[in-house]
T-cell receptor
Framework: GQQVMQIPQYQHVQEGEDFTTYCNSS?????IQWYKQRPGGHPVFLIQ?????EVKKQKRLTFQFGEAKKNSSLHITATQTTDVGTYFC?????????FGTGTRLTVIP | KAGVTQTPRYLIKTRGQQVTLSCSPI?????VSWYQQTPGQGLQFLFE???????NKGNFPGRFSGRQFSNSRSEMNVSTLELGDSALYLC???????????????FGPGTRLTVL
């Protein structure tokens, strides 16, 4: 079956350092979505990428969708304590979303 | 617009019991999906309903079932509870179900189920 793998599982960074999480699918995706879940909260939608090679930015966050539409990445520049949480990618299949295992980001002040 | 609401927020049951969880989607959203979230398995897709029909189902046993009403509200039921069913159950709604492109999921706060 379709799988979406995400690495790393955990990441600790000093405030101000950069952070990147990677998402890989075993099959071609129709789209990729990214969500953030704060501790004790629920996943909140960040962005959706649809086109091959697409790059989108949201302030300090940069999202990329691979040329083959099988991988994606989220890069945060100069992390802040407000970036703490778990970041999930979700790959779109034909009629379903397959969530990655998530990357839990800890930012040390 | 009000967000996705789920009731109850917390639930404690014992093994063998059954439980029903409720979800009210964002007004106008017709697609409702259910997910199970555990520390070890992450977010696992349970099923998705659109216009009162189950459109998609994850790899969960038949003890897990759901339904959707004409007003798009949804319920999920778990029968014969097991210890491993302890998890956060998240409901998510989407505005439109389009073939080939899964829409943004708007998640509710979840129901924390503990099975003793």
């Amino acid at each position: 079956g379709q799988q979406v793998m995400q690495i790393p599982q955990y990441q600790h960074v000093q405030e101000g350092e950069d952070f990147t999480t990677y998402c890989n699918s075993s099959t071609t995706l129709s789209n990729i979505q990214w969500y953030k879940q704060r501790p004790g909260g629920h996943p909140v939608f960040l962005i959706q990428l649809v086109k091959s090679g697409e790059v989108k930015k949201q302030k300090r966050l940069t999202f990329q969708f691979g040329e083959a539409k099988k991988n994606s990445s989220l890069h945060i520049t100069a992390t802040q304590t407000t970036d703490v949480g778990t970041y999930f990618c979700a790959g779109g299949g034909a009629n379903n979303l397959f969530f990655g295992t998530g990357t839990r980001l800890t930012v040390i002040p | 617009k009000a967000g996705v609401t789920q009731t109850p927020r917390y639930l404690i049951k014992t093994r063998g019991q059954q439980v029903t969880l409720s979800c009210s989607p964002i007004s106008g959203h017709r697609s409702v999906s259910w997910y199970q979230q555990t520390p070890g398995q992450g977010l696992q897709f349970l099923f998705e309903y659109f216009s009162e029909t189950q459109r998609n189902k994850g790899n969960f046993p038949g003890r897990f079932s759901g339904r959707q009403f004409s007003n798009s509200r949804s319920e999920m039921n778990v029968s014969t509870l097991e210890l491993g069913d302890s998890a956060l159950y998240l409901c998510a709604s989407s505005p439109l179900k389009r073939e080939g492109l899964v829409d943004t999921q708007y998640f509710g706060p979840g129901t924390r189920l503990t099975v003793l």
